[in-house]
């Protein structure tokens, strides 16, 4: 059943209706990582190098792609749709399972693992992970890590060390710094706690486990190592402090009413209003869990799970729920001196500790030592526990009728808008459903026979984490085409992008990119090859983001296209949308002083479309890049719309009084490069604007020449349907008719190239004088030039500098000599010397040798061991195992507990 059900989710939607589960950081960042990945490995490439994202970045360094994650060889052999597939198929039911096999291990029934295991695998911070993979195979370890720390605190064998240890490592190779460390505490807080007083079970503790992640180290060298390395030169690796994405108090509530903040719009609801995201705050496990944690309180209560135990899972949960909620506790400046944790971020994800305890407990709930029975006290103890989420939920319940405004503002932080308070009754009117359901289960259940109590929970459960499931974004899918990098407008990218030349996506206000957007937001340019300046891997090189802005979604830092920092990056295609180049406007202005922006909501302008968002904060936006210098005679200045239109007018408003005599005439840019030219102005002398109408016919652009006199620095601004919009966007003097071209549109995105011919090498002498250079073989992570010299000479590649380059010269065929890698204008440099050259690039991850070796090594070791378990195992005499049966729904038979526990322990 827990391997069925994510093999269903995940395959049946592909299967009949051709679409993939994927959504957020797994459709822009982890899928294209992973596919890379396999298409090199199967191509006999090791994974070093990523050259299609910020001109090119460390790729297994980069932990997202989690190179070396053992179900990244389902790339390397399968189709890549088929690969992501069985991938979160296989995650999904190894964490089920996992859950499960720990579960049993505690000796509780098997209805009672299967629930809890579900609800663990199937809900909660596992399910909010959705969209980020290499979390989930983060969350794969925690099961079977729990499950060798019960068996090294219970008898010590050092069998389970290699367990652990390799559990660990797998978390490691996934990539994900937050599951690193969340899954490292969680289960120190369990071994500390199942340790207890007791100085045998400490020594276990300390020797096996210090062991297992001794074990674990070394097996994921080959990715910490030239990871942190990575993180270090990176634009993170100054460290987070602990308000960094810690969980904010109000979410809690999330644990009863899981779309009062809005939630995917499945069910009607407004889309998350609050702060933060929902996938990082997402807590719901159902409400039966919530009904055992606070049924457990009392040590009584006849549980399988005995107190003492009961004991540690509620301090574990307490010690993840501190953890997580971080800068929202007294012990701020303790978390935040804390060595890692104190630097990490996103420490909400430590919920997942919370949510490993409450399933524990809620498997000890199901499970009891002995039957409910009528008119005793434990019972009506348990019937008033479960009317507690009743209460609470009706409450809310009744404030979201009363005034939704309050709630609103108190577990949002937002003002009152219709849709909201439609979404706030309707989530806690279906929370308040399940509550009672709940309620009326504890009721029953000393009616009901074990068997019987146990499938209407089951079914209860089934509704209650399908429901949250199937309305959660994992039911989100993407384009095919997307997937494939056949869209049209990545069609129209591909062709009109020069060869050795690479692309960015401008679109920092996020009117058109997003996850799913048709032109592939980074990293999905990786899928059709397209090479880009930007990215959005979670690292990138500090100086380089420092100088580009191109970490920051669809961002770039215009500045720097006309300083020439960029044009050094090859950087030879814009694809963005007409909002960077159209201003909407109040009124026509007649004078400099007179222009006012205005916001305007999506739909409703027909021209912008997406609308526009004025006053955008940030430091890389150039909200007015300044009209444009003054013209004389003869001079033309030129401007693109963004798409085709057809204006009305246009109006030149400029800076002071035109001088007598001028002339002018305005002409309109067309598709194919043409202008098409009016007739000619006479601007009155000392005024300040001139309008005439827009010469006829659609067009991409404007032109403004000077006949006679000449014209002070100037603003157009164009009448479309009687509304005005300046042509002062953010990229109206970055791209320029002239250097850049339109070379089209396609699905609202117009695309730009710059004319200037790419050029990923260039060489030349200390005078300025420059050399033929000529590629003589590349690959991701190396190149040979030959470049004939006849003084000392400079190389530049246009490839982004890292540490991890490193270059050799080989003069008229002789000996090759190391020469250094500089880095310049953010790519390499290399001096060489006169003469026939062959100069030679090379990249390795740093640390690369030890790492190997530490992770070979241990690999080596392990299969030794194996070797001598396999040769002692043939060497034992053959038993036949007892047949050993017990109650698998709920109430174990007296003493079967003890059984069990001698004839398999």
Not at 738 to 755: C, D, H, I, M, N
Request: glycine share 8%.
């Amino acid at each position: 059943m827990l391997v069925a059900i994510p093999t269903a989710v995940f395959v049946l939607p592909d299967l009949i209706g051709g679409h993939l589960l994927i959504t957020a950081d797994n459709l822009q960042q982890n899928y294209p990582l992973h596919v890379l990945v396999g298409s090199m490995l199967r191509h006999g490439q090791l994974p070093f190098w990523n050259q299609y994202i910020f001109s090119g970045t460390p790729l297994m360094a980069d932990f997202n792609a989690g190179a070396f994650y053992p179900l990244m060889g389902l790339f390397v052999i399968l189709p890549d749709r088929a690969a992501w597939i069985a991938t979160e198929a296989i995650l999904f039911s190894a964490i089920a399972v996992g859950m499960y096999v720990f579960l049993r291990a505690l000796k509780l029934s098997t209805a009672a693992c299967i629930l809890a295991a579900a609800t663990f695998a199937f809900a909660g911070p596992v399910l909010s992970q959705v969209n980020h993979v290499d979390m989930t195979e983060g969350f794969v370890g925690i099961p079977w890590m729990l499950l060798a720390v019960l068996h090294i605190v219970r008898d010590g064998r050092w069998r389970w060390t290699i367990l652990l240890g390799v559990a660990y490592a797998t978390v490691i190779l996934a990539g994900a710094p937050e599951a690193m460390l969340d899954v490292a505490l969680l289960i120190l807080a369990f071994a500390v706690m199942s340790a207890g007083l007791n100085r045998e079970r400490w020594w276990r503790v300390l020797s096996r486990c210090a062991t297992g992640a001794a074990l674990a180290l070394s097996l994921a060298a080959i990715q910490w190592l030239p990871g942190l390395e990575a993180i270090r030169n990176s634009q993170r690796g100054s460290g987070f402090v602990a308000g960094s994405g810690s969980y904010p108090r109000p979410f809690s509530i999330l644990g009863l009413v899981p779309y009062i903040d809005g939630g995917y719009g499945h069910l009607g609801e407004a889309q998350f209003f609050s702060q933060y995201n929902l996938p990082e705050v997402g807590i719901y496990l159902g409400i039966l869990p919530v009904v055992a944690l606070i049924t457990l309180l009392n040590p009584r209560w006849p549980s399988r799970i005995p107190p003492r135990d009961r004991l540690t899972w509620y301090v574990v949960g307490l010690f993840g729920l501190l953890l997580a909620l971080g800068s929202y506790t007294p012990l701020e400046h303790l978390f935040n001196s804390l060595p890692l944790y104190g630097h990490q971020r996103l420490q909400s994800r430590n919920m997942i500790t919370v949510a490993t305890a409450v399933c524990v407990l809620f498997a000890g709930w199901i499970d009891r030592t002995e039957a409910p029975r009528l008119r005793e006290p434990m019972t009506r103890y348990d019937r008033i526990m479960a009317l507690v989420p009743a209460a609470a939920v009706a409450g809310l319940a009744i404030w979201a009728l009363v005034s939704p405004r309050t709630l609103a503002w108190r577990f949002a932080g937002v003002s009152l808008r219709p849709a909201i308070t439609h979404t706030v009754r309707e989530a806690t009117a279906i929370a308040l459903a399940f509550c009672v359901g709940a309620a009326v289960l504890v009721w029953i259940r000393p009616r009901l026979g074990s068997l019987s109590w146990c499938r209407l929970a089951a079914v209860f459960v089934a509704v209650d984490v399908g429901l949250i499931g199937a309305t959660s974004q994992l039911t989100q899918t993407a384009p095919n085409q997307l997937l494939a990098g056949t869209t049209p407008v990545q069609k129209l990218m591909a062709t009109n992008l020069q060869s050795g030349g690479r692309f960015v996506n401008y679109d920092p206000q996020t009117y058109s990119s997003y996850p799913g957007s048709l032109q592939g937001v980074p990293d999905l340019n990786i899928i059709p090859g397209l090479p880009s300046v930007s990215g959005y891997a979670s690292i990138v090189n500090g100086n380089y983001e420092s100088v580009t802005n191109t970490h920051e979604q669809d961002d770039l830092d215009i500045g720097e296209l006309s300083s020439g920092t960029l044009d050094r990056l090859d950087l030879r295609e814009v694809v963005t949308v007409p909002e960077y180049f159209l201003v909407p406007l109040e009124a026509m202005p007649s004078s400099f002083d007179d222009v006012t922006q205005i916001s305007e909501y999506i739909g409703s302008d027909p021209v912008l479309p997406r609308g526009y968002g004025s006053n955008y904060n940030d430091t890389a936006y150039p909200f007015y890049p300044g009209p444009r210098p003054a013209l004389d005679l003869g001079q033309t200045a030129s401007w693109f719309y963004g798409e085709s239109l057809e204006p009305d007018t246009v109006t030149l408003v400029v800076g002071h009084p035109v001088n007598p005599g001028t002339r002018i005439r305005f002409g309109t840019l067309l598709a194919g490069g043409a202008t098409r030219w009016g007739a000619a102005v006479a601007v009155p002398a000392g005024a300040s604007s001139v309008t005439s109408p827009h010469p006829a016919g659609p067009a991409i652009g404007l032109s403004v020449q000077v006949l006679a006199g000449s014209l002070p620095p100037q603003r157009p601004v164009l009448s479309v349907g009687g509304h005005p919009y300046e042509l002062a966007g953010s990229l109206s003097s970055a791209l320029v008719p002239g250097p850049w071209q339109l070379a089209g549109f396609s699905e609202g995105y117009a695309v730009f190239t710059l004319r200037k011919p790419s050029e990923p090498i260039t060489a030349s002498t200390v005078n300025g004088r420059l050399l033929a250079a000529r590629v003589i073989s590349s690959t991701t992570k190396s190149e040979d030039i030959r470049v004939r010299a006849p003084a000392t000479s400079t190389v530049i590649r246009s490839v982004a500098w890292d540490p991890g380059w490193s270059a050799t010269v080989s003069v008229n065929g002789g000996k090759a000599q190391n020469i250094t890698v500089d880095d310049f204008d953010l790519v390499q440099k290399v001096h060489i010397p006169a003469g026939d050259d062959v100069v030679s690039f090379h990249y390795r991850p740093p640390h690369l040798v030890l790492a190997s070796v530490l992770s070979l090594g241990s690999i080596v070791l392990l299969l030794a061991l194996l070797g001598v378990w396999l040769t002692r195992r043939r060497r034992r005499p053959q038993r036949t195992p007892e047949l050993v049966t017990h109650d698998a729904v709920g109430v174990m038979p007296e003493g079967s507990a003890e059984v069990l526990s001698e004839r398999v322990g």
